[in-house]
């Protein structure tokens, strides 16, 4: 079971409203609770995870593919998935299974989603990144917070009429940012949705609500939240920068305009950013759908 936590109020607040109400949130996928429990244990039972990956044939590639990457230059191919293991690690197989799981789960034919998911695994990889940098904090809950930030939008793109063209519009004006053109034209945003999906696939609350917050900027000087809520929504922005410089994309709005907060807030220097940018590449690179 989920702990309670103060986002739990909220989402049932929201989840009221007639907007919200008729968006049908996707059931937490048994593969994704079975994975939970194995992370639950005090140790993670290399067995288990093997059994569960060996369960879907291309969950199986898929850890296989990434070992066989140019990331781990091996002398000779991973033919197994108890070798893709070995290869990867324990830790990061549980995390690619994760995004995999999370995809397969929320796939959406839509050329807005493209190359969404390539993009929110690396976002996934670059917080988990800079969380390990964080004294006293967990990265696993940056890897998760990077993984299901934006998972509103595939939900609002299968659920909600119109909203590819809320997705065009809001990217376009300078007048109002992204959530506030989503409300404006249906009376939700991907964050509130990401938030939703979080809690109901079990997520921690400190992620689901660093989801809900993660374009609020005005939060992280807000005691209200508790200092991993904050550290999540600050370094989900550095990700964001690091994933746009990557794919060869200008930073943002709101880089340009809450970066440098987001930068002070978790007494990062711009040497360091420089730093992570070539120091990611290569994971960054092995992602691949």
């Known amino acids: 079971m989920t702990s309670a936590h103060p986002i739990d109020q909220h989402i049932r607040q929201v989840r009221m409203h007639p907007s919200v109400r008729a968006i049908v949130i996707p059931p937490c996928p048994e593969s994704l609770l079975r994975l939970q429990a194995i992370m639950a244990e005090p140790e ?26 140019p990331l781990h230059a091996l002398a000779q191919p991973v033919q197994t998935v108890g070798m893709a293991l070995t290869v990867l690690g324990l830790h990061p197989s549980v995390e690619l299974l994760s995004a995999f799981i999370t995809r397969n789960a929320l796939l959406v034919r839509s050329p807005l989603l493209d190359h969404f998911w390539e993009s929110s695994q690396r976002r996934a990889i670059a917080c988990e990144h800079i969380g390990r940098q964080l004294y006293s904090f967990d990265p696993g809950l940056g890897y998760s917070f990077g993984l299901f930030c934006h998972v509103g939008m595939p939900v609002l793109v299968k659920a909600v009429r119109g909203y590819g063209s809320t997705v065009t519009e809001a990217l376009a004006r300078r007048d109002r940012t992204f959530t506030q053109t989503e409300n404006a034209n249906h009376r939700t945003d991907h964050a509130v949705m990401g938030a939703i999906v979080a809690r109901t696939w079990h997520l921690p609350g400190d992620v689901a609500q660093a989801i809900w917050l993660h374009h609020d900027f005005a939060c992280l000087g807000d005691e209200r939240f508790n200092p991993t809520v904050r550290h999540l929504v600050a370094l989900g922005l550095l990700a964001e920068y690091l994933v746009n410089h990557h794919d060869n994309l200008p930073p943002t709005r709101e880089w340009q305009d809450h970066g440098q907060a987001c930068m002070d807030h978790l007494a990062v220097p711009p040497e360091e950013l420089d730093h992570w940018i070539d120091e990611l590449h290569p994971a960054f690179e092995a992602v691949r759908f």
């Open 44 to 69: 993670i039972d290399a067995d288990a995870l093997d059994q569960l990956a060996s369960s879907d044939v291309a969950m199986a590639a898929a850890l296989i593919r990434l070992a066989n990457s």
